[in-house]
């Protein structure tokens, strides 16, 4: 019988959408979770309504090393995608930060490694591998800033500058899985991600900012820009990241060892403030946009170039961030979370 696909995070926003598209698709699933994020309760009990007894939900720490051992020595594919992923808890409680991004991984690679066949690793890294990009210069054009010399977008050849303890945890982590390749031969695909966004995202201050500032609109709340909201991201559709998720796995004897940057690309670069003024045409919503200090090292321009993803993938991003936002918003309705998440949303660090 052919084994089941294992997903580490599976049920956090990306984990439950890459889940459901495995199950639809007749593969028996792992979910491993620690559910401590706001919603995986409800993604799970949506997976299991939707799938049954193909879908194995595990209450499962990365931390663990055993538990991990026992999972990945079941699975014929490895999706890694659990992790700490807000750079202010990072800042708050590194140790913690480090145990779950780093250590966490090291266990799944070690998991992998001693078994007879290994299965293939596909880990989920992030733009914040890559720092300050002080070596890509930007400029203020008009409410704007673009990059002086980077119209395609940052590649993966671009330095690596781990700010942030969760910049450091997930870069080390990063550089495990590739050199796990190299050294003991692995089948891993490394995906350092931009700021995914769509359905069964559970918005908080620190991380899924889009899903957050539409929530906080639809229940009337005022929002916060960290910065001018000039700044600039390539927002992805989780529909399309799930797809190039899967094309890295079934590819994976050609593109292992690789790493790929996968966002929107540029023509879903967007400000924050574009971003907003569309959520408040969606949402009917007519609250106060406040500003408050650029947080350390944010960002103000990250838009990714996917021309790799594009030769090795054949993968490009086809939902248009109007499109997406739309559909997000139409969801949030839909499943009932209309409802306040905090006294003002806010945009931090724009992590993934």
Known sequence: MKRPVLVTGGAGFVGSNLAD??????????????FSRAGVSLNAEWLRDQHGKRCRIEAADVRDREHMRALVAEAGQVFHLAAQVAVTTSVDDPVHDLETNL???????????????????????????YGGLEEAPVYLDGDV??????????????????????GCSKGAADQYV???????????????????YGTRQFGTEDQ???????????????????GDGCQVRDVLWIGDLVKALRTAMHRIDRV??????????????????????????LTGADVPVRTADWR???QRVYV????????????????????????????????DLVTPVSSSAAMGEIAD
């Not at 990714?304 to 961030?321: F, H």
Request: glycine residues 8%; charged residues 25%; proline residues 6%.
């Open 304 to 335: 990714s170039d996917n021309s790799r993803a594009g030769r090795l993938l054949d993968w490009a991003p086809t939902t248009p961030w109007e499109q997406g936002l739309e559909q997000l918003v139409e969801w949030l309705r839909e499943a």
């Open 145 to 166: 800033y673009r990059f002086v010399d980077r119209e395609a977008g940052i590649g993966e050849d671009a330095a690596l500058d781990f700010h942030s303890p969760y």
């Open 256 to 281: 292992s060892g690789e790493v790929f940057n996968i966002g929107g690309g540029p023509s879903n670069a967007v400000t924050v403030r574009e971003v907003i003024d569309r959520l408040m045409e």
């Open 103 to 129: 250590l966490g991984t090291f266990h799944i690679l070690e998991a992998a490694r001693a078994l007879p066949v290994p299965p293939p690793v596909l880990f989920t890294s992030t733009n914040k591998v």
């Open 296 to 298: 350390p090292g944010d």
């Open 178 to 196: 590739r050199d796990y390749a190299r050294i003991y031969g692995l089948r891993t695909v490394v995906f350092r991600m931009s700021c995914v």
């Open 21 to 34: 598209a495995l199950l639809q698709d007749g593969e028996r699933v792992i979910v491993a979770d620690n």
């Open 208 to 226: 899924g900012w889009v899903a957050h500032f539409a929530r906080s609109l639809l229940a009337g709340e005022p929002v916060t820009i960290y």
